[in-house]
């Protein structure tokens, strides 16, 4: 098995070096001091107060790594929406492209049933790039709950989490799947394969939609954010849009409002991805968290009033901050 990490950050990273240790034939594509970094020293993980080191093929641009079985793309979603073109070199006719990412991923209407079978999203996938390019009978859907962060250049600090969850768009447990779980189980990794992959995506986003955005308005930690009763409950409305509008397009959630949001509360002082990417002046990732549910909404005829508000406050306060739109054909709206 020939495995590509499009994206060897903090989960990228986490990922090539486990399955590099199962014995799989890993490359990954970086970038800049870390995969300068690598070239010269290898990529290392420190987990659990140990440390693995994988010496593996690393390169900036796919042509010098070639064609692989699976591309796992690690990057955010307008990170990948940037890339489509730029990794087709890895992909031949039958590479298979997992999403490892968070949000709505563009392939989210493909295989499902319905009155909007194969209905493109705008807000995550601009002009179709990705479904064209890529083409989404490759897409393989992925959920990751593992954290780690880029402590310097080539190194990767473990936080928490060893779960990747995988399923196909069209709901059934097909040999690459079942091959890409086995693959990761062999590498110390916890992996289910969902026949409705889309629950698992939506649980996930329930509390990205809202702990992000709101964190990055208000700097306040995810303790703080679950916690406040002013924020706890715009988190709550939000939560209650996006379960409605869900649910109308056939959603399980295993759990309710509460409890997810008590959940977030027991995390502690974290500090949310777009918290973090606006500190330091980096793209938020907006649009496949927030954007695209607030695009559904509309979609299903579902009202989203507590969303619309509180991600038109995000991009204009991401305009100001100089790190949003991240799309340029999204700078008039959907």
């Known amino acids: 098995m020939k495995v590509c990490i499009y994206g060897a950050g903090s989960i990228g990273a986490h990922l090539a070096v486990l399955l590099h240790g199962a014995g ?3 490359s990954v594509i970086a970038r800049g001091p870390h995969l300068e970094a690598m070239q010269a ?3 290392k993980l420190i ?5 693995k080191i994988a010496r593996l093929r ?4 796919p042509e010098e790594l070639g064609v692989h079985d699976y591309v796992i793309v690690a990057v955010k979603s307008h990170q990948a929406w940037d890339a489509a073109e730029h990794m087709l070199p890895l992909i031949g006719p039958d590479t298979h492209v997992v999403t ?5 991923p563009w392939w989210y209407f493909h295989g499902l049933k319905g009155p909007w079978e194969d209905k493109q999203l ?6 179709g790039r990705q479904w064209k390019a890529i083409g989404p009978q490759r ?4 959920t990751v709950y593992p954290a780690a962060e880029i402590t310097e250049p080539g190194v990767i600090t473990h936080t928490y989490g060893d779960r990747y969850n995988l399923g196909e768009p069209n709901g059934e447990i097909t040999p690459r799947v079942k091959a890409l779980a086995e693959a990761l189980e062999a590498a110390g990794l916890k992996c289910r394969l969902y026949e409705q992959i889309r629950d698992d995506i939506w649980l996930k986003l329930w509390g990205n939609l809202c702990f992000n955005p709101i964190s990055a308005l208000t700097h306040a930690t995810l303790d703080i954010v679950a916690t406040d009763p002013g924020t706890r409950a715009v988190a709550h409305g939000m939560m209650s849009e996006a379960e409605t509008l869900a649910r109308k397009m056939g959603i399980e959630f295993r759990v309710d409002v509460e409890r997810r949001i008590n959940g977030a509360a027991g995390v502690g002082a974290h500090r949310t991805s777009m ?9 938020i990732e907006l649009d496949a968290l927030l954007t695209v549910v607030a695009e559904m909404g509309k979609l299903v005829e579902v009202p989203t009033p507590t969303i619309d508000t509180v991600l038109a406050l995000t991009q204009q306060m991401g305009r100001v901050a100089g790190v949003y739109p991240v799309f340029p054909e999204l700078e008039g709206g959907l």
């Open 41 to 43: 020293n290898g990529l």
């Open 47 to 51: 987990m659990n107060g140990q440390e």
């Open 58 to 61: 690393a390169a900036k641009n």
């Open 139 to 142: 897409a393989i859907g992925c």
């Open 24 to 26: 799989v034939d890993v």
């Open 122 to 127: 705008e807000s995550v996938d601009p002009g």
């Open 275 to 283: 918290l973090q990417d606006l500190e330091k002046g980096r793209k």
């Open 100 to 104: 490892a990412q968070n949000g709505i």
